[in-house]
């Protein structure tokens, strides 16, 4: 299985300042048909997980563009330009270069201070 | 508008079994493959089972195998999880999730299945 490991596990940032999250897989994600198959969920509380990218760095429709990603191979990152209060939940990344079993990242948890 | 609706949850003692169903609505369902994720309370996500558009091909994580069953009608536009022999361990929020080129890109509000004597 490939396993996704998320860093940090929970952040704390204030509103306007910048935040970015890592996520490593055990494996390359890198598919051969020259896709990469690494996706950032948020989960914001009370709420089903919701898509913002998705192949490392497509912005899902209507994900406000201050939310970019990248990376390539076993290391990505999400990033937040601009923190704003609405982001706080946790984040979470997901391979599916590989079924069975597709493998989600611990999660990381966002608060505003 | 692209729509997921979990019903079937509820509260069963260890061993009993348990139907989740999946409504879809807003797109064309048999045109995507179909997944369900889980969630134990307070818990990560974790991803259960994967069914393609046709339903011949079936995938499940090691945690279910043998004890769930996916399956999907495309003439209804829904998504069934049969899950037996059910144990503590599988109380959680069980959230199904429309797949477009390998993202998990809609999902349902979810369905909370509660294993407890």
């Known amino acids: 299985d490939i396993v996704m490991t998320q860093t940090p596990l929970s952040l704390s940032v204030t509103p306007g300042q910048p935040a970015s999250i890592s996520c490593k897989s055990s494996?390359?994600?890198?598919?051969?048909?020259?896709?990469?198959?690494l996706y950032w969920y948020l989960q914001k509380p009370g709420q089903p997980p919701q898509l913002l990218i998705y192949?490392?760095?497509r912005r899902f429709s209507g994900v406000p563009d201050r939310f970019s990603g990248s990376g390539s191979g076993t290391d990505f990152t999400l990033k937040i330009s601009r923190v704003e209060a609405e982001d706080v939940g946790i984040y979470y990344c997901?391979?599916?270069?590989?079924?069975?079993?597709?493998?989600f990242g611990q999660g990381t948890k966002l608060e505003i201070k | 508008e692209v729509q997921l609706l979990e019903s079937g949850g509820g509260l069963v003692q260890p061993g009993g079994s348990l139907t989740l169903s999946c409504a879809a609505s807003?797109?064309?369902?048999?045109?995507?493959?179909m997944n369900w994720v889980r969630q134990a309370p307070g818990k990560g996500l974790e991803w259960v089972s994967f069914?393609?558009?046709?339903?011949?091909?079936?995938y499940y994580a090691d945690s279910v195998k043998g004890r769930f069953t996916i399956s999907r009608d495309n003439g209804k536009n829904s998504l069934f999880l049969q899950m037996n022999s059910l144990r503590a361990e599988d109380t959680a929020v069980y959230y199904c999730?429309?797949?477009?080129?390998?993202?998990?890109?809609?999902w349902g509000l979810g369905a909370l299945v509660t294993v407890s004597s």
């Open positions: 999730a429309r797949e477009t080129d390998g993202g998990l890109d809609y």
């Open positions: 807003g797109f064309i369902f048999s045109s995507h493959e």
């Open positions: 069914i393609s558009t046709r339903g011949s091909t079936k």
């Open positions: 494996q390359s994600l890198l598919h051969s048909d020259r896709k990469t198959y």
């Open positions: 192949e490392v760095s």
């Open positions: 997901m391979q599916t270069v590989q079924l069975p079993p597709y493998t």
